[in-house]
């Protein structure tokens, strides 16, 4: 058994859940793997980019070099990283080139809106982060969930050509739903989970892994204000 000590959010451990999953026989994949082909046991990765694109490679890194693939969800209306910057475009190369899956995490009902429908909303963004690519965007993911005024339906999902959302079913059953939300792992760290789970659905932050001095609550309220 782990001892607790050795549970923090930092990237030497992160390092240490993904090989500890790889030695007990889990796949380590992406949200599209998982879409395209499901088996178990899994654990599947989901990564929102709420802050940085610099610590998504980071993370992004350790993930390359034990030898798996994740899935980033990628802000258009972020502060702090511009998908349209040099680095940033470098970034989103890099991730897309590695073989690693690429999403939009969309501030539909959250970010004021310049149409009617969110559904054009959704289109608006998608294509903002396409054109970022070079490449289509089929999976998105809502940003500040608890925060939307006016979210999207299955049929506006379909209008715009996505194949799923990241809180999707497929992703959800049977498995553990694993949240670093706010710094905090609920119900506990994946490496514990590892021995007695054939499927762990993890989200997780790179700023929260990557960054262990972030400061949870300065950044919450920065996110809530729009940030």
């Excluded at 000590?5 to 949200?31: F, K, M, N, T």
């Excluded at 990564?47 to 802000?75: K, Q, W």
């Excluded at 939300?181 to 021995?195: A, D, I, K």
Aim: glycine share 8%; aromatic share 6%.
């Amino acid at each position: 058994r782990t001892d607790d000590r050795d549970c923090g959010i930092r990237p030497d451990h992160y390092e240490r859940i993904l090989r500890g999953a790889l030695e007990a026989g889990h796949r380590v994949c992406s949200l599209a793997e998982y879409y395209a082909e499901r088996c178990d046991p899994t654990l599947i990765l989901r990564h929102d980019v709420d802050v940085s694109l610099e610590l998504a490679a980071d993370m992004a890194a350790i993930e390359e070099r034990v030898g798996v693939h994740s899935t980033y969800f990628i802000r258009v209306h972020a502060a702090g990283y511009n998908v349209y910057s040099r680095r940033g475009s470098a970034i989103l190369s890099g991730l897309v080139n590695s073989g690693f899956d690429v999403g939009l995490h969309h501030e539909v009902g959250t970010f004021p809106a310049r149409t009617e429908l969110p559904r054009h909303q959704l289109r608006d963004e998608l294509r903002v982060l396409e054109i970022a690519l070079g490449m289509p965007v089929r999976s998105v993911a809502t940003h500040l969930p608890k925060h939307v005024r006016d979210g999207l339906d299955k049929a506006d999902l379909a209008a715009n050509r996505v194949l799923y959302d990241g809180g999707d079913p497929v992703f959800n059953e049977g498995a553990v739903f694993v949240s670093d939300s706010n710094r905090r792992l609920r119900p506990e760290c994946p490496c514990r989970l590892l021995p007695g789970s054939r499927k762990i659905f993890a989200v997780l932050h790179p700023v929260w892994w990557m960054s262990p001095g972030a400061d949870a609550q300065a950044l919450r309220a920065a996110l809530v204000r729009g940030e």
